[in-house]
């Protein structure tokens, strides 16, 4: 079940900030190698440190995008490695440059929600029982923070796997994606048989 949905299929129709979606349609190369960072992280028995987060900044982000999309039958975004996706896109590409004051002043952000919350806890977000995180999150939810950790967590997620994530499309399945890239026309129900009885 997700944070906020129990449907996979709304999670993907919620926005993202517009910083993160210029990056995304402006740096291919540095979205490509983010995607492909975060591959390999995810196959290596221990993860190596962060590049551009301190370690309670990563662990932070990790149990966000944890929250967002959990593991059930198909690996979540904690086992995808995302958290290294957002953090070797913001260490390594010049173009994400503008998206980092999101996520460094986002975090804090992030923890002085968890000290409002939940007064006289020393605990960091990722420190939190899972339905305290949930509170958290649903208090945050309308944030541009929020929203670029959300929209970040779809890129490393849904992307196509020639770009080097979403293994054998396993995420599209699970929101039940056709992968068909070629359409041919009638469209329309109307003309539903037109091609009736053809070669596929």
Do not use: C
């Amino acid at each position: 079940m997700t944070a906020f949905d129990s449907s996979r299929r709304r999670f993907l129709t919620d926005g993202g900030t517009a910083v993160v979606a210029t990056w995304a349609a402006t740096s291919l190369p540095g979205l490509r190698e983010a995607l492909a960072h975060a591959r390999r992280v995810a196959t290596q028995p221990t993860p190596p440190p962060f590049e551009f987060f301190t370690s309670i900044q990563g662990a932070d982000i990790a149990a966000m995008t944890a929250q967002i999309w959990p593991a059930d039958d198909t690996p979540g975004a904690r086992e995808a490695g995302v958290v290294h996706f957002i953090d070797h896109a913001l260490a390594s590409d010049p173009v994400a440059l503008p998206m980092r004051p999101l996520f460094t002043t986002g975090v804090e952000q992030l923890h002085a929600k968890v000290s409002e919350l939940y007064p006289g806890t020393d605990a960091r977000f990722a420190g939190l029982a899972g339905e305290r995180q949930l509170a958290v999150l649903r208090a945050i939810e309308s944030t541009p923070f929020f929203d670029g950790v959300r929209t970040m967590t779809m890129l490393a997620l849904f992307a196509n796997p020639s770009y080097g994530a979403n293994p054998s499309g396993q995420n599209w399945a699970a929101i039940g994606f056709e992968p068909r890239f070629v359409w041919r026309p009638p469209f329309g129900a109307y003309d539903r048989d037109a091609h009736a009885g053809e070669g596929q």
